[in-house]
C-alpha cells in the first residue's frame, strides 16, 4: 500500500486509496508492513513489533502548534469508566473498542458512525482492573476483539454483523478479555486475563477467518500444549519450578498485548503474576510466570523464555510489551527486545535467543532487588523486603508487611511505550509509587479471588507520580522526563517528524520535542486518557488520535493514590487532530480528489 504510494506522484494517492476496496481486505503482507504502512492503522503498536513509531512527518516539531481538533465521537451510553483502547484504521473506517465490550466503525473523514456492537454480557463477569478494552485486531475483511466475558468476536468491516463468536474460556472460573488480539501469518493470537483467580495462562492461536483453534500453549509450567486437537507437549517440565500441585492453578497470565517479530517468526507473550501473591505458598522459581514467552508461530512451542521476576511476591507480572528493535553496541546490530517492566527495570533480551544483554532501572525507587546480574541474568534480592509468610499468632495470621517499590501498579503498567528509530530512545510512561503488602492465608476456590495478600498503594513524591521517560537502551541513561502529577496510564506514540505524543488523566494529549522533551502542543480532551494516541495519513493529510476516559486499575485498586486522584471525571470519546487548514479536505464529508486543491 503506502510502500508503493510512496514511489508515486501524490496525484495518484487517491486512486491508490481506492485500490484497497477492491483488494482481499487486510492482508498477511500488510501486517508484516504494518510499521511503515502509513495509510492506516492496521494493527495495535502500529506494526507488530510494537514501536508505535510512525514515518510521518508532515506533523512536525516546526507546525505541531497548528494542531486542531478534526472531529470528535463520543461511545454514549451510561457506560464509562476507563478507556484503553488504542483505534485501528482501514481503507476510510476508524474502528475502536470501548468499556463493557463495544465496539465502533467510524467514517474517518466525517466522524460520523458506521455501525456499532455492543456485546451482551452476562452477570458476574469478573474483570480484575475496570471493565476495558485495549483494542482490535484487523484481518481480511475481519475487525476481531474480544470482550469481558471472555469471547473472541469478528465482525464484517462493512456491516458490523457477527462473522463468528468464539468462546475463549469459562467467564465464571474469572476469565475475561482485554487486550488486542494480535494477527500474524493467517492466526489470531491471544491471552488470557484472571491471574488474580488462580486461571493458567495460555497463548491461543486460531484460524484467523474462522476462528477455529490452531494451537494452545499454556504458561505455565507443567501444563500440556495442543495443536489441532492433538498433544502438542508440556511447557517446561512438571514440578521443576513449582512444588507440588500449586501449577495446576499458577496464574501466569496473558493479559497485555503481544507483539510479533517476522524476521525470527516469534509471537512475545508477557505473562503476569505466579498465583497466589504469597510466594512462600510457592518455593520456585515459578515459570513461566512474570517472565518474556517467545514462541514460534508455526509449532506452537517454547523457543526461549526470559524471567523478569523469579518466585514474585509483589503482583509484579511481566505482561508489558517486548518492543521490538535492532539495537547498535560496539559497531554491531543486535535484533534485541526492550521491556519496561512493573518491577521497575527495564530490560533488553536478543530477541532471537533471549539472552539478557542490558538491564537498568528506569525509576527512582525500587526496594525488593539491588540490580539484575548481567551474567546470571538474575534479579539481585533484597531478603528482608520480601512480604513475610503468614503469621499463625498474629491478627488475622497477617505475615510481615513490607512497604515495596515500585507498588504492584508497577513502574510501568498495560500504557505502552514507544521507540523512535530515529533518536534510538525509548519513551516510557513511568510510574513512581510504593505499596505496604503483607501475606495472609488462602485457599484456592473456583471464581474467588486468589492472592492470600493485602496492600495499600502510597504516593512517594509529594509533587509527582507520573513521569515521561526518554531512555537510552544502549547506556541506560535517562536522557530527559517530564514529571506529572496523576499517575501515566496511557501510551505513547513516536513520530519521524521528531514528535512524541502521551496522554494524561488530567485530559490533556501532549505533544513534546523527542529530542528535548520540550512541550510543544497539548489539547485538553475533557476527561482523563489512559490510552495510545495512533497516527495516519489520507488525503494527503497526516492524522492523530487518541481515545479519552479515565479509568483502568488505578481508581479501582490506587488506594492513597486513588484518593489523590479521585477529582477525575470519566468520559468516553476518541478524538482526531490534524494541522489547522483553510483548504481543508477532511469536514467536507466529500471524496476531494488532491489535484484540486
Ligand atoms: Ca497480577
Given at each position: 500500500?503506502?510502500?508503493?504510494?510512496s514511489l508515486?506522484?501524490s496525484l495518484?494517492?487517491?486512486?491508490?486509496?481506492?485500490?484497497?476496496?477492491?483488494?482481499?481486505g487486510?492482508t498477511?503482507?500488510?501486517?508484516?508492513?504494518?510499521n511503515?504502512?502509513?495509510?492506516?492503522?492496521?494493527?495495535?503498536?502500529?506494526?507488530?513489533?510494537?514501536q508505535?513509531?510512525?514515518?510521518?512527518?508532515?506533523?512536525?516539531?516546526?507546525?505541531v502548534?497548528g494542531?486542531?481538533?478534526?472531529?470528535s465521537?463520543?461511545?454514549?451510553?451510561?457506560?464509562q469508566?476507563?478507556?484503553?483502547?488504542q483505534?485501528?484504521?482501514?481503507?476510510?473506517?476508524?474502528?475502536?473498542?470501548a468499556?463493557y465490550?463495544?465496539?465502533f466503525a467510524?467514517?474517518?473523514?466525517?466522524?460520523?458512525?458506521?455501525?456499532?456492537?455492543?456485546?451482551?454480557?452476562?452477570?458476574?463477569?469478573?474483570?480484575?482492573?475496570?471493565?476495558?478494552n485495549?483494542?482490535?485486531?484487523?484481518?481480511?475483511?475481519?475487525v476481531i476483539?474480544?470482550?469481558?466475558?471472555?469471547?473472541?468476536?469478528?465482525?464484517?468491516q462493512?456491516?458490523?454483523?457477527v462473522?463468528?463468536?468464539?468462546?475463549l474460556d469459562d467467564?465464571?472460573a474469572?476469565?475475561?478479555?482485554?487486550?488486542?488480539?494480535?494477527?500474524?501469518k493467517?492466526?489470531?493470537?491471544?491471552?488470557?486475563?484472571?491471574?488474580?483467580f488462580?486461571?493458567?495462562?495460555?497463548?491461543?492461536?486460531?484460524?484467523?477467518?474462522?476462528g477455529?483453534l490452531?494451537?494452545?500453549?499454556?504458561?505455565?509450567?507443567?501444563?500440556m500444549?495442543?495443536?489441532?486437537?492433538k498433544?502438542n507437549?508440556?511447557?517446561?517440565?512438571?514440578?521443576?519450578?513449582?512444588p507440588?500441585?500449586?501449577?495446576?492453578?499458577?496464574?501466569?497470565?496473558t493479559w497485555?498485548?503481544?507483539?510479533?517479530d517476522?524476521e525470527?517468526?516469534?509471537?512475545?507473550?508477557?505473562t503476569?503474576?505466579p498465583?497466589?501473591?504469597?510466594?512462600?505458598?510457592?518455593?520456585g522459581?515459578?515459570?513461566?510466570?512474570?517472565?518474556?514467552?517467545?514462541?514460534?508461530?508455526?509449532?506452537?512451542?517454547?523457543?526461549?523464555?526470559?524471567?523478569?521476576?523469579?518466585?514474585?511476591?509483589?503482583?509484579?507480572?511481566?505482561?508489558?510489551e517486548?518492543?521490538?528493535?535492532?539495537?547498535?553496541?560496539?559497531?554491531?546490530?543486535?535484533k534485541?527486545?526492550?521491556?519496561?517492566?512493573?518491577?521497575?527495570?527495564?530490560?533488553?533480551?536478543?530477541?532471537?535467543n533471549?539472552?539478557?544483554?542490558?538491564?537498568?532501572?528506569?525509576?527512582?525507587?525500587?526496594?525488593w532487588?539491588?540490580?539484575v546480574?548481567?551474567?546470571?541474568?538474575?534479579?539481585?534480592y533484597v531478603?528482608?523486603?520480601?512480604?513475610?509468610?503468614?503469621n499463625?499468632?498474629?491478627?488475622?495470621?497477617?505475615?510481615?508487611?513490607?512497604?515495596?517499590?515500585p507498588?504492584?501498579?508497577g513502574?510501568?503498567n498495560?500504557?505502552?511505550?514507544?521507540?523512535?528509530?530515529d533518536?534510538?530512545?525509548?519513551?516510557?510512561?513511568?510510574?513512581?509509587?510504593?505499596m505496604?503488602?503483607?501475606n495472609?492465608?488462602?485457599?484456592?476456590k473456583?471464581?474467588?479471588?486468589?492472592?492470600g495478600?493485602?496492600?495499600?498503594?502510597?504516593?512517594i513524591?509529594?509533587n509527582y507520580?507520573?513521569?515521561?521517560?526518554?531512555?537510552?537502551p544502549?547506556?541506560?541513561?535517562t536522557?530527559?522526563?517530564?514529571?506529572?502529577?496523576?499517575?501515566?496510564?496511557?501510551?505513547v506514540?513516536?513520530?519521524?517528524?521528531?514528535?512524541?505524543?502521551?496522554g494524561?488523566?488530567?485530559?490533556?494529549?501532549?505533544?513534546?520535542?523527542?529530542?528535548?522533551?520540550?512541550?510543544?502542543?497539548?489539547?485538553?480532551?475533557?476527561?482523563?486518557?489512559?490510552?495510545?494516541?495512533?497516527?495516519?495519513?489520507?488525503?494527503?493529510?497526516?492524522?492523530?488520535?487518541?481515545?479519552?476516559?479515565?479509568?483502568?486499575?488505578?481508581?479501582?485498586?490506587?488506594?492513597?493514590?486513588?484518593?489523590?486522584?479521585?477529582?477525575?471525571?470519566?468520559?468516553?470519546?476518541?478524538?482526531?487532530?490534524?494541522?489547522?487548514?483553510?483548504q481543508?479536505?477532511?469536514?467536507?464529508?466529500?471524496?476531494?480528489?488532491?489535484?484540486a486543491?
Amino acid at each position: 500500500m503506502s510502500r508503493s504510494k510512496s514511489l508515486l506522484p501524490s496525484l495518484l494517492s487517491l486512486a491508490v486509496a481506492l485500490s484497497f476496496t477492491a483488494q482481499a481486505g487486510v492482508t498477511d503482507a500488510d501486517l508484516v508492513n504494518a510499521n511503515k504502512i502509513t495509510t492506516g492503522v492496521l494493527s495495535a503498536g502500529l506494526g507488530s513489533q510494537g514501536q508505535r513509531f510512525s514515518p510521518l512527518a508532515k506533523i512536525n516539531t516546526n507546525n505541531v502548534a497548528g494542531l486542531v481538533p478534526a472531529w470528535s465521537f463520543s461511545f454514549g451510553g451510561e457506560k464509562q469508566r476507563g478507556q484503553e483502547s488504542q483505534p485501528v484504521v482501514y481503507n476510510g473506517k476508524m474502528f475502536v473498542t470501548a468499556s463493557y465490550s463495544r465496539i465502533f466503525a467510524i467514517d474517518t473523514k466525517t466522524g460520523n458512525q458506521l455501525w456499532k456492537y455492543e456485546h451482551r454480557l452476562p452477570d458476574g463477569i469478573m474483570p480484575c482492573c475496570d471493565v476495558v478494552n485495549r483494542g482490535a485486531a484487523l484481518y481480511g475483511d475481519l475487525v476481531i476483539f474480544g470482550t469481558l466475558d471472555a469471547h473472541l468476536i469478528a465482525l464484517d468491516q462493512n456491516t458490523g454483523k457477527v462473522v463468528w463468536d468464539e468462546k475463549l474460556d469459562d467467564y465464571k472460573a474469572g476469565h475475561s478479555y482485554t487486550s488486542a488480539p494480535l494477527v500474524a501469518k493467517g492466526l489470531v493470537m491471544t491471552g488470557i486475563s484472571g491471574g488474580e483467580f488462580g486461571v493458567v495462562g495460555r497463548v491461543d492461536a486460531r484460524d484467523a477467518k474462522t476462528g477455529k483453534l490452531v494451537w494452545t500453549r499454556p504458561t505455565v509450567e507443567g501444563h500440556m500444549g495442543f495443536m489441532n486437537g492433538k498433544e502438542n507437549g508440556i511447557s517446561g517440565e512438571t514440578n521443576k519450578s513449582w512444588p507440588g500441585d500449586m501449577w495446576k492453578t499458577g496464574g501466569a497470565s496473558t493479559w497485555n498485548n503481544f507483539t510479533y517479530d517476522p524476521e525470527t517468526n516469534l509471537v512475545f507473550a508477557g505473562t503476569g503474576n505466579p498465583a497466589p501473591w504469597n510466594s512462600h505458598t510457592r518455593e520456585g522459581d515459578n515459570l513461566y510466570s512474570c517472565s518474556t514467552v517467545a514462541i514460534n508461530v508455526d509449532t506452537g512451542k517454547i523457543v526461549w523464555s526470559y524471567q523478569n521476576t523469579p518466585n514474585d511476591g509483589w503482583d509484579f507480572d511481566g505482561v508489558n510489551e517486548f518492543v521490538n528493535f535492532d539495537m547498535m553496541k560496539d559497531g554491531k546490530v543486535i535484533k534485541a527486545g526492550g521491556k519496561a517492566d512493573r518491577n521497575g527495570f527495564f530490560y533488553v533480551n536478543d530477541r532471537t535467543n533471549g539472552k539478557l544483554i542490558n538491564a537498568f532501572p528506569f525509576v527512582k525507587k525500587i526496594t525488593w532487588a539491588k540490580g539484575v546480574n548481567l551474567e546470571s541474568g538474575r534479579p539481585e534480592y533484597v531478603a528482608e523486603n520480601r512480604p513475610g509468610t503468614p503469621n499463625e499468632a498474629a491478627e488475622g495470621k497477617k505475615g510481615q508487611m513490607v512497604f515495596a517499590a515500585p507498588s504492584f501498579l508497577g513502574g510501568k503498567n498495560q500504557q505502552p511505550m514507544a521507540y523512535s528509530p530515529d533518536t534510538s530512545l525509548f519513551y516510557v510512561p513511568a510510574n513512581e509509587w510504593g505499596m505496604e503488602i503483607w501475606n495472609e492465608p488462602v485457599g484456592y476456590k473456583k471464581g474467588a479471588a486468589y492472592l492470600g495478600a493485602g496492600f495499600t498503594i502510597k504516593t512517594i513524591n509529594e509533587n509527582y507520580i507520573g513521569a515521561l521517560r526518554a531512555v537510552n537502551p544502549v547506556t541506560g541513561k535517562t536522557e530527559w522526563e517530564i514529571t506529572n502529577n496523576a499517575p501515566l496510564w496511557g501510551g505513547v506514540l513516536a513520530t519521524h517528524g521528531g514528535l512524541v505524543f502521551y496522554g494524561t488523566p488530567e485530559g490533556f494529549l501532549k505533544a513534546v520535542d523527542a529530542k528535548s522533551g520540550k512541550e510543544l502542543w497539548k489539547f485538553q480532551t475533557g476527561t482523563g486518557i489512559v490510552a495510545p494516541p495512533v497516527s495516519w495519513e489520507e488525503n494527503g493529510q497526516q492524522y492523530i488520535a487518541v481515545v479519552s476516559g479515565w479509568g483502568g486499575a488505578v481508581p479501582l485498586w490506587g488506594g492513597d493514590v486513588a484518593k489523590k486522584v479521585n477529582y477525575l471525571n470519566q468520559g468516553g470519546s476518541v478524538w482526531v487532530f490534524k494541522l489547522f487548514s483553510n483548504q481543508s479536505t477532511a469536514d467536507s464529508g466529500a471524496i476531494v480528489p488532491v489535484a484540486a486543491h
